[in-house]
């Protein structure tokens, strides 16, 4: 006897989560919701990694964080240690470097948490920086995401400022010296400075039993900031889902659509997995990479300076700006100005910063191009930007360099004098040399795509003509690569100086509109078209692609296909 098979039940959730699901629905339209964002697409490329990255080191960063707060005494009062490391024991300290040590010695996973937290950070940073940079080259602030580029701006420097404040919570010898420049450059502000000192500190530094400046600085450090920069965050996010994510030129890409894999579960699954990733790495690095010993530095003393020291690498363009700058100081109506202080505190970093916010509006009247952008530029096709980019980095990264003038003079035997020198010079002149051999470096790769698109790619198959000449074969090159190097945009013409009456454009006349008609030139004067020639990939010259096929021999040429 054969039994009649039975139609299969639909599938049906758990009636605990059913009724959950329908309660919530009920009330605020979630289903709605969830279904229509759930499919968002996302596209995919390695690069959009480094802002997840980011992401999952400031979750990291909160959680840990939150374990230290448990333990830590943001006071000041001094105390006699007498604790696991005996080697500090009877040492008159601050209870904040003394609950350090508890913390990194006594507490049960606590030098771990810290060491965690510390390489958190490190991570935080790099990311947004190497995200920024991402977004920089290849012109993903374009319209419309310019707010949403001047939001990862505003959380890169109050990341910094987090930093500053974090590392100078424990009090040791190390983060004291910090602080005790944080007070040079806070007083050296003309008129306010004495005053946002008085203000910050709480009187003069370090205050001794009674010091406020550890107390706020964890006030800012756990709460205010934080909450900033998770409110930036959410923002961030919420422009981001909103506008969609930029796209790399592919040839499924174009400014009106996108090509990717769904939010659930494609996008879900992989950004879940690189939050384990992000948590594993900051965990092993804090498991076996010491950082911030602080044990080693001892209690701050303002009579004693640790050899080698230095800051952590997001802050070490203000300490190399401080050590190259040479020593000025003007007097006038009976006040003091330290230049050797206030311009390293306040100009690299404004140069930096200023430049990096002001440039994607200062492109757009430049070229006039008001557009909405979703495909991503290669760097290569914006060379003026690539190369103002460029020089940017090397300006920031010989300053950060020079923040170990003592420790390069040291390890390479040279003059700590010759090594500031050196320094001072190429700090000003390389970034114009940088800028100048990038631009000649995109024009040539450029040059290497229209020829490319042109000619096709080299095969590797000789090829002889009937009157005997052999030159090589060229083959189209691949679709998607051919996507690619079309997604150049050509520079577009500068609009006519007057109309067909012969009226004056009103945005050329003054002085500003002939800075941005010379702008406009030197942004577009090099460019080189990538553009298709009709079936230009298929000829080549005056050699045919249909000639007979050679290999070429030390016996001469063979016919392989007659």
């Not at 001047?150 to 987090?162: A, D, N």
């Amino acid at each position: 006897m054969t039994q009649a098979p039975v139609a299969p039940r639909a599938a049906t959730a758990p009636k605990a989560v059913e009724g959950t699901a329908n309660y919530l629905d009920d009330r605020f339209g979630s289903t709605n919701f969830l279904q229509r964002n759930a499919k968002k697409v996302f596209p995919d490329h390695w690069s959009f990694m480094l802002g997840e990255i980011a992401l999952y080191s400031f979750v990291i960063l909160l959680l840990t964080g939150t374990f230290l707060t448990l333990w830590f005494k943001p006071s000041m009062i001094e105390v006699v240690y007498d604790g696991s490391y005996t080697k500090l024991n009877g040492v008159r300290m601050s209870e904040a470097y003394a609950s350090t040590l508890h913390i990194s010695f006594d507490v049960r996973g606590g030098l771990l948490m810290r060491q965690i937290h510390h390489w958190a950070a490190i991570l935080f940073m790099a990311s947004i920086m190497a995200h920024l940079l991402r977004v920089f080259f290849t012109g993903a602030y374009r319209k419309p995401r310019e707010l949403n580029y001047l939001i990862g701006i505003g959380m890169f420097t109050l990341g910094m400022v987090e930093g500053l404040f974090g590392y100078s919570l424990p009090d040791d010898l190390l983060s004291g010296t910090g602080l005790r420049i944080t007070q040079g450059v806070a007083e050296s502000i003309p008129v306010v400075g004495t005053y946002l000192y008085m203000f910050l500190f709480g009187g003069e530094f370090p205050e001794g039993n009674t010091g406020d400046i550890i107390p706020r600085l964890f006030t800012l450090h756990v709460l205010l900031i934080p909450g900033i920069i998770l409110a930036l965050v959410t923002a961030h996010m919420m422009i981001m889902w909103t506008q969609k994510h930029t796209a790399m030129p592919t040839k499924e890409q174009a400014e009106d659509k996108v090509h990717g894999y769904p939010f659930y579960p494609v996008f879900m699954a992989k950004t879940g997995a690189y939050f384990l990733f992000t948590f594993g790495v900051c965990a092993l690095l804090g498991a076996f990479a010491q950082i911030n010993p602080i044990w080693l530095f001892g209690p701050y003393d303002p009579g004693a300076i640790s050899s080698g020291s230095q800051p952590d690498f997001y802050m070490g363009v203000l300490e190399g700006s401080l050590r190259i700058m040479p020593n000025w100081e003007t007097t006038a109506l009976g006040h003091t100005i330290s230049w050797n202080v206030l311009i390293p505190a306040t100009v690299p970093l404004g140069i930096v910063f200023g430049g990096l916010a002001l440039f994607p509006f200062i492109e757009q009247w430049v070229t006039g191009d008001k557009r909405h952008h979703h495909v991503n530029q290669r760097p290569r096709n914006a060379p003026v930007r690539t190369g103002v980019g460029m020089a940017g980095v090397t300006f920031y990264g010989l300053l950060w360099l020079a923040g170990a003038n003592d420790v390069i003079a040291e390890r390479f035997h040279v003059s700590l004098f010759a090594t500031t020198w050196f320094f001072r010079v190429t700090v000003i002149v390389g970034p114009f040399v940088v800028y100048a051999i990038t631009k000649r470096i995109c024009l040539g790769l450029q040059r290497k795509d229209a020829a490319t698109v042109g000619h096709g790619v080299e095969s590797g198959i000789i090829v002889m003509s009937p009157d005997g000449k052999f030159s090589e074969r060229h083959e189209p090159s691949r679709p998607e690569e051919r996507a690619v190097l079309l997604s150049k945009e050509n520079a577009r013409p500068e609009p006519p100086a007057v109309d067909a009456n012969g009226v004056p454009s009103p945005a050329g006349k003054g002085p500003l509109g002939h800075l941005r008609s010379r702008l406009n030139r030197a942004w577009t004067f090099d460019d080189i078209p990538v553009e298709e020639h009709g079936d230009g990939e298929h000829s080549d010259g005056d050699h045919g692609h249909h000639a007979e096929e050679v290999e070429v021999g030390s016996g001469g040429p063979k016919q392989l296909n007659p």
